[in-house]
C-alpha cells in the first residue's frame, strides 16, 4: 500500500480500534467486575466512589454537601475520642477560646425568663462606651424583637458576636427609663484571659487560677507572679482544677518557669511523628519556689502535662482528685471552606515515661465521655481506696516515688470532694437553677445599693445582714419546692456559700468570687497548710522492702501499694501549634 492509501485510511483504522477497545472492556467489566468501578482500587477511592453514586443514582434529591458534613464527624469518631470534625460556622468560636481575644461587643450576660440581662460589662469595651450597663435587658438586636422561649446563649452570641469593626444595634429596657434605649455599638476586640484570679492568700502565699492554657496564657502568668512577688509571695499554689487543657506550647512555657536548666517537660511521639521531647531552659523565674498544683477529674490535657512535669520532676507537690486522663495530642487542619479538623498525630508521655491517656474503645465516644459517671459511683471521688492502678503501669519520679500511667494524674495528696450538707432539699433546688435565679434576681432587684459595695470581704458583711437565706426559702416555696426546715438546717452552709457567692460573682466578678469560695475550699485550705509546713518539695520515699511477702522466684515486693505515696485525705468537702485540649 501506498504512503498515500496509508494516509488516507489511518482515521478509520484508529476509529476502529478504539470502538474494539470500548466493546472488549465493558464485555470484561460485565463478565468479571459485577458492579465494582475500575477506580476503586483502594478504601479512600471507595469513599469518593460511594458519594458519586448516591448522587448519581439515589432515588431522592441528596444534599450532598450535608452529607458529608454529617459523615465527616462519624468518621473521626472511628479513631479515638479527640478526633473532631469543626464545621465552619463553628471554627472561630472554637479558636477564640484559646486565641487571647474575639470580636464582639464586649458584655457578659445570662437568659431569664427569656431575656438577655447584662451580668458585666467589659471595662473599656464597646458596650461600655457606648454606655450600655450592668442590669439592662436586650430585647431588640438589628430592629428585630429578641426575646422568646427560642433563644438560646448560642443563638445570643451569634448576633453579638461578629467581625471587629462592624456595627450591632441594640434596643435596651432598663430599669430606670421608661423609654426603650438604642444603642448602636461597633464591635471590637473583647479580651479572652485564661488566668481568670491572682492574689494572696496571705501575707506570704499566693494563689494562681488557670482556666485554660491559650495563647496569652504565659504571658499572663508573667504578669500574674510580677504582680504577687511585689507582694513578696514565698510560695505559690496553681489551681488547675476544671482546666480541660489547651495549647502544648502554653503548657511547656509555663512549666520551664518553675524548672531548673535540662529538665525533661514531656515528649512526643507517634506513627508518623518522631519523639520530639521538651526540655527547660533554665530561663524561669520561679525554680526555687515552692509549689502546689491542684487537680481533678476535670483537670485535662495541658493541666496534665504541667501537673506530670512538676510531679515527675519531684518539684511541687499535687493535691486533689485523679485528673481526667488525655495524653492525646491533636494537629489543626484547615479545609478551604472554612471547616477544619483536629487530628490525633501523637501521643504524649510525661518525663518519667507514662502515658496518661485513660482507656477508650474506638467508635464509643459516648462511654468515654461518660467516665467521670463511672468514677463516681465507684465512689473515687470520696475515696483515695476506690482508684485502682495497673501496678504494670508504675513508673518513678526522679526521687524514686511511685506514679502512674494509663488514667490521668494521680495527686500526691488525696482530698475527697465534700459531701457534707448535701440533702435531697439542696439538690432540688439546684437542679431547678433557683439558687441561680434568687441570686440574679437579688442582684437585679438591690444593684444600686450594692454597687456601694467595692470588695468581697465588705459586700460578704452586708449579705449577711440581709436575711437572704429566708428570702430564698419563700422563693423557693413560690416555685413549688415545699420548705423542709430540718434539710434546710443541715445544708445551710452549702446554700448560703452558694447564694453569697453567686451575688458577689454577678456583682463583683470572677476573681472576687473566687476569693471567696477558696476561703471554704478544703483542696485550697490544704494546699495552704503543706506551704506553711515547709512540705512542698517532696521527699524520696522509705525504701523499706519486705520478704513476708514473696513470689514464686522470692523476688522481695514492696510494702506500699498503687497508692502508698498519697497522704490521709482531709476529712471535708502545637508540639507548638499543637492542641491538646
Not at 478526633?83 to 481575644?101: D, R, T
Not at 477529674?297 to 504541667?306: K, R
Request: overall charge negative; hydrophobic content about 35%.
Amino acid at each position: 500500500m501506498s504512503n498515500s492509501n496509508a494516509s488516507r485510511f489511518m482515521p478509520l483504522i484508529i476509529a476502529v480500534c478504539v470502538v474494539a477497545g470500548i466493546l472488549i472492556g465493558t464485555f470484561y467489566a460485565k463478565h468479571y467486575g459485577g458492579n465494582k468501578l475500575g477506580i476503586i482500587n483502594g478504601s479512600s477511592n471507595k469513599l469518593n466512589a460511594l458519594l458519586r453514586i448516591i448522587d448519581d443514582q439515589y432515588v431522592d434529591t441528596v444534599n450532598m454537601t450535608d452529607l458529608v458534613e454529617k459523615a465527616m464527624p462519624q468518621i473521626l469518631a472511628e479513631l479515638d475520642p479527640h478526633s473532631v470534625y469543626i464545621p465552619a460556622q463553628n471554627l472561630e468560636e472554637v479558636n477564640s477560646e484559646l486565641e487571647g481575644s474575639f470580636s464582639g461587643v464586649g458584655i457578659q450576660f445570662t437568659i431569664q425568663q427569656d431575656t438577655i440581662h447584662v451580668n458585666n460589662v467589659v471595662a473599656g469595651g464597646p458596650a461600655e462606651k457606648v454606655g450600655v450597663m450592668a442590669g439592662d435587658r436586650i430585647v431588640m438586636v438589628d430592629d428585630s424583637l429578641f426575646v422568646g422561649k427560642g433563644l438560646t446563649n448560642e443563638k445570643a452570641m451569634r448576633h453579638l458576636k461578629g467581625p471587629k469593626g462592624s456595627e450591632v444595634k441594640l434596643g435596651i429596657k432598663r430599669a430606670t427609663e421608661k423609654e426603650l434605649l438604642d444603642f448602636t455599638i461597633v464591635r471590637g476586640d473583647i479580651p479572652q484571659n485564661t488566668i481568670d484570679a491572682a492574689y494572696m492568700l496571705n501575707d506570704n502565699f499566693g494563689y494562681i487560677m488557670v482556666s485554660k492554657f491559650g495563647r496569652t496564657t504565659h504571658v499572663e502568668l508573667l504578669n500574674a507572679i510580677a504582680q504577687l512577688n511585689h507582694q513578696q509571695c514565698k510560695g505559690l499554689i496553681i489551681d488547675l482544677r476544671g482546666n480541660t487543657g489547651g495549647y502544648m506550647e502554653a503548657a511547656t512555657r509555663m512549666v520551664n518557669e518553675f524548672l531548673p536548666e535540662g529538665k525533661l517537660i514531656v515528649y512526643t511521639k507517634g506513627r508518623k511523628y518522631p519523639r520530639m521531647e521538651e526540655y527547660a531552659n533554665g530561663t524561669g523565674s520561679c525554680q526555687q519556689t515552692p509549689l502546689v498544683v491542684l487537680v481533678n477529674e476535670e483537670s485535662a490535657s495541658a493541666s496534665e502535662i504541667f501537673a506530670g512535669a512538676i510531679q515527675d520532676n519531684d518539684r511541687g507537690t499535687i493535691v486533689g482528685r485523679r485528673s481526667f486522663g488525655k495524653g492525646l495530642v491533636q494537629q489543626p487542619i484547615d479545609f478551604s471552606d472554612g471547616s477544619a479538623i483536629r487530628l490525633t498525630i501523637a501521643r504524649y508521655y510525661t518525663p518519667s515515661g507514662r502515658c496518661i491517656q485513660r482507656p477508650y474503645e474506638s467508635g464509643q465516644n459516648s462511654k468515654y465521655e461518660m467516665d467521670w459517671i463511672t468514677r463516681y459511683e465507684h465512689g473515687e471521688f470520696f475515696y483515695k481506696d476506690s482508684i485502682k492502678l495497673d501496678e504494670n503501669l508504675r513508673y518513678s519520679t526522679s526521687l524514686g516515688r511511685p506514679v502512674y500511667g494509663g488514667g490521668g494524674i494521680m495527686p500526691d495528696i488525696f482530698v475527697p470532694q465534700d459531701t457534707t450538707g448535701v440533702t435531697s432539699y439542696l439538690i432540688e433546688v439546684s437542679n431547678k437553677g433557683l439558687i441561680l435565679q434568687f441570686s440574679f434576681q437579688y442582684t437585679d432587684r438591690n444593684r444600686a445599693k450594692l454597687n456601694e459595695y467595692k470588695d468581697e470581704e465588705s459586700l460578704l458583711e452586708y449579705l449577711k445582714k440581709q436575711g437572704i437565706m429566708e428570702q430564698f426559702i419563700r422563693y423557693a416555696s413560690s416555685k413549688g419546692v415545699k420548705r423542709r426546715n430540718l434539710l434546710i438546717s443541715k445544708s445551710r452552709q452549702l446554700l448560703e456559700r452558694n447564694l453569697y457567692g453567686n451575688i458577689i460573682y454577678n456583682m463583683l466578678g470572677q476573681e472576687e468570687y473566687i476569693r471567696y469560695i477558696n476561703q471554704s475550699d478544703a483542696t485550697v485550705q490544704k494546699a495552704l497548710d503543706i506551704l506553711e509546713k515547709g512540705e512542698a518539695f517532696p521527699k524520696a520515699p522509705d525504701d523499706e522492702l519486705t520478704t513476708e511477702e514473696t513470689d514464686g522466684n522470692g523476688k522481695e515486693k514492696r510494702i506500699a501499694q498503687a497508692n502508698s505515696f498519697l497522704e490521709e485525705p482531709a476529712q471535708i468537702f502545637r508540639l507548638a501549634e499543637c492542641t491538646i485540649g
